[in-house]
């Protein structure tokens, strides 16, 4: 029996080189990265203070706290790729750095746009990477840094504009399916839903708040959804259809929510769609959207088969004589 020496050789040392894994750096090299964080953290700790105390006291984005942790997955599945890589300073990237710098507490003084300011925080982290590492680790990069803006909580006034037009539209289709039930008349108005049940009118009158919008759950699902096109290896076309579902899902569920909870406030007891019994709802409709966006995944999985991989058939050689 005859072993080859030298295949099984290459196969111990990459082995051995994955099982080093984020060591290979080196400890020079995590001093420089903590030095650069304390650095990015001297800078923008009052943006970062401020956005992470809106994750603690908002339950709309309390998910940001997920975001960073994500952006690291996205940055250990190119792992072997990155500590392979032989990078170089690029100083476009410095005067993009230099830019950052010099805008962020020109806006503080000056321009006073509240959002730019977490926003620029993370495009000066994408200019340091670029600095530091060149187009080679942005290449793996970019995604994860990008990815931190669905930790950014929206200003109150974008968030109102986009979160009414969504009660309205989850009242409404509420409005329709409850007017199905025998002795119900069901009126929308605005966000606020009127019943009149068996002649008698319900007071108070269903409003359908921010918390019942769908917003928390379109946050948390799109940045999920963004996550689960990128590290899902499929064709660019099935990746964006992934990400544009997310937006109507979300919107479906919310519905679904809406109309539930109009159905117990009404048919059962209003206790039972307050407080907790609301919050275990809504909890209960992430599991739903990820259903449904696992059918549309398995259904383009399964919409085209590639022609490597159709089963050919057999051909049978008959010998004559």
């Known amino acids: 029996m005859v072993y080859d020496t030298e295949s099984n050789s290459s196969k111990m040392s990459a082995s051995d080189s994955l099982c080093q894994g984020w060591r290979k750096l080196g400890v020079h090299t995590y001093i420089k990265i903590f030095i650069i964080g304390l650095?990015?953290?001297?800078?923008?700790?009052?943006?970062?203070?401020?956005?992470?105390?809106?994750?603690?006291?908002?339950?709309?984005?309390?998910?940001?706290?997920?975001?960073?942790?994500?952006?690291?997955?996205?940055?250990?599945?190119?792992?072997?790729?990155i500590l392979s890589l032989k990078t170089k300073p690029c100083y476009l990237g410095l005067f993009f750095l230099i830019c950052g710098l010099v805008f962020y507490p020109l806006n503080i003084v000056h321009f006073q746009y509240g959002y730019?300011?977490?926003?620029?925080?993370?495009?000066?982290?994408?200019a340091v990477v670029l600095f530091l590492g060149g187009w080679a680790l942005l290449k793996y990069t970019w995604l994860p840094v990008a990815f931190l803006v669905f930790a950014v909580p929206l200003p109150q006034r974008i968030y109102v504009e986009i979160t009414m037009p969504?009660?309205?539209?989850?009242?409404?289709?509420?409005?329709?399916?409850?007017?199905?039930?025998?002795?119900?008349?069901?009126?929308?108005?605005?966000?606020?839903i009127d019943v009149i049940y068996k002649g008698q009118k319900l007071e108070p009158a269903l409003d359908?708040?921010?918390?019942?919008?769908?917003?928390?759950?379109?946050?948390a699902f799109l940045a999920l959804g963004v996550a689960m096109a990128y590290l899902h290896y499929r064709p660019v076309w099935q990746r964006l259809v992934l990400l544009a579902t997310t937006v109507p899902i979300a919107i479906f569920c919310n519905i679904i929510r809406v109309t539930v909870t109009g159905f117990i406030y009404i048919l059962i007891a209003p206790k039972y769609a307050q407080g907790i019994y609301h919050d275990m709802l809504g909890i209960l409709m992430l599991p739903l959207a990820f259903l449904l966006y696992g059918f549309i995944?398995?259904?383009?999985?399964?919409?085209?088969?590639?022609e490597d991989n159709e089963i050919k058939e057999d051909i049978i050689v008959r010998k004559t004589n």
Request: charged share 15%; proline share 3%.
């Open 116 to 126: 730019l300011k977490p926003i620029g925080m993370i495009a000066t982290l994408g």
């Open 39 to 81: 650095l990015f953290y001297f800078i923008f700790h009052n943006e970062i203070r401020s956005i992470a105390a809106k994750w603690v006291t908002d339950p709309s984005w309390s998910h940001g706290f997920l975001i960073p942790l994500f952006s690291l997955y996205f940055i250990n599945q190119h792992k072997e790729e």
């Open 297 to 306: 995944a398995w259904f383009m999985a399964n919409l085209f088969v590639d």
């Open 208 to 219: 359908v708040a921010e918390a019942c919008s769908g917003m928390r759950l379109l946050m």
């Open 166 to 192: 969504m009660r309205k539209i989850a009242a409404t289709v509420a409005t329709v399916l409850l007017n199905l039930v025998s002795g119900m008349d069901a009126t929308a108005s605005g966000a606020v």
